[in-house]
């Protein structure tokens, strides 16, 4: 069904003059001059074919047909800012559902995740593993993804886009393949899916493998990985990226500020 157009700016005007029945209140309240509230109001009589003010030796007054529709018009207005406050809800919520890659989400994200909830106790959190989910089915917030670059979404790097060629102390010279293209001659003994995948199997001590930097910067600190080359530039990194009208919410900003600490 079509819906009517509603003046509501007019509209707006009509319920400041109702409530004070006075041009002159009114434009103070809207902080516009009493013509510009004489002028929405004539324009808004045009608009409904009637008449909604008489002016009387007692001032303005409310005819019937004005009458009539104020209390509507009220509910009407009350409705908005129900819906409004609706809207903002997602904002000023402390829910968040982010997207990001298995592994990431336990080397990275969930230590600085633990710092952000001592600081933000109420926050609360659901984790999608699907780092490629679709915003709108999946009611994402943001997302972690190992890519090039933001593409149409905006987005920060989490780190620069470098990666490691990592093994435990013993392990064999075998390479685990997942992505990145292997140095020249070198034949992989292990073909995995993913990165998850690929550190799993080098924490494992099955090989050697081409890893993010930032993903394997504990296993590093720790020994139980070791560098055996790099960190060299990468066509990846991991971004924090998220569609505008997401990334303008409050909660994903103090998320985002948090997060990129140091990068």
């Not at 509501?8 to 400041?16: E, G, H, P, Q, S």
């Not at 230590?111 to 089915?137: K, M, S």
Request: proline content about 6%.
């Amino acid at each position: 069904m079509k819906r009517t157009h509603l003046p509501l700016n007019a509209l707006r005007v009509y319920d400041a003059a109702a409530r004070h029945l006075s041009f002159t209140r009114a434009a103070d309240e809207l902080a516009v001059t009493p013509a510009a509230v004489g002028q929405q109001i004539r324009a808004l009589e045009d608009h409904l074919g009637t008449v909604l003010f008489r002016r009387t030796s007692k001032g303005l007054e409310l005819t019937e047909e004005g009458l009539a529709g104020l209390e509507p018009l009220r509910e009407g207005f009350l409705k908005f800012e129900e819906s409004v406050q609706a809207m903002q809800a997602g904002q000023a919520s402390d829910r968040f559902t982010i997207a990001a890659p298995r592994e990431f989400f336990a080397q990275w994200l969930a230590p600085r995740l633990a710092q952000f909830a001592r600081e933000y106790p109420d926050a609360r959190f659901t984790f999608v593993a699907d780092e490629g989910a679709d915003f709108t089915e999946a009611n994402l917030d943001c997302a972690i993804r190992l890519v090039d670059g933001p593409g149409e979404l905006e987005g920060i790097e989490l780190a620069p886009a470098e990666r490691v060629t990592v093994a435990t102390e013993d392990a064999p010279d075998n390479w685990i393949h997942w992505g990145p293209a292997l140095p020249d001659g070198a034949e992989p003994h292990y073909s995995v899916n993913n990165a998850g995948q690929a550190l799993s199997s080098a924490l494992a001590g099955l090989g050697r493998t081409m890893l993010p930097q930032l993903l394997v910067e504990e296993a590093l600190a720790d020994g139980r990985l070791k560098a055996l080359a790099g960190p060299e530039p990468a066509t990846r990194a991991y971004w924090l990226v998220a569609p505008l009208p997401q990334w303008r919410q409050r909660k994903v900003k103090a998320l985002v500020d948090f997060l990129s600490k140091g990068v």
